[in-house]
């Protein structure tokens, strides 16, 4: 059993900053070096849930053009976590934003893990 639960999320006004985090627990493998992907996802209301930020196991990130520049993904895979720092923020950064997580299980398998989202409302 693996649970993945997002943090941090509230009210910013414009130009202000956030800082998400992401943990998973549960049955996951404890080799720091088990290739585990990370991303950040946000689904604005009525729109198509989108992909803000990643990491992959060999540490390559990747940002959504939306996200250059303003925000930065980090990961402690020790701990199994990952981190979205946001700044300069805006009112269209304005949605629900998920935790996905590609684990190495503590059984050899892998595991594919949304965490329930947190919501990030930026005030114009």
């Known amino acids: 059993q693996v649970e993945v639960m997002e943090s941090g999320g509230g009210l910013v006004q414009a130009g202000g900053s956030l800082s998400l985090s992401c943990a998973a627990s549960g049955s996951i493998s404890s080799n720091v070096n088990s290739n585990n992907f990370w991303a950040w996802y946000r689904q604005a209301p009525e729109k198509q849930r989108e992909l803000v930020a990643s990491?992959?196991?060999?540490?390559?990130?990747y940002y959504a053009s939306s996200a250059k520049g303003r925000f930065t993904i980090s990961r402690d895979n020790a701990a199994n976590k990952v981190y979205l720092q946001m700044n300069g923020l805006e009112a269209e950064d304005t949605a629900v934003y998920y935790c996905?997580?590609?684990?190495?299980?503590?059984?050899?398998?892998?595991?594919?893990?949304w965490g329930q989202g947190t919501q990030v409302t930026v005030s114009s």
């Open positions: 996905y997580a590609d684990l190495q299980l503590s059984s050899g398998s892998r595991g594919r893990y």
């Open positions: 990491i992959s196991g060999p540490g390559v990130v």
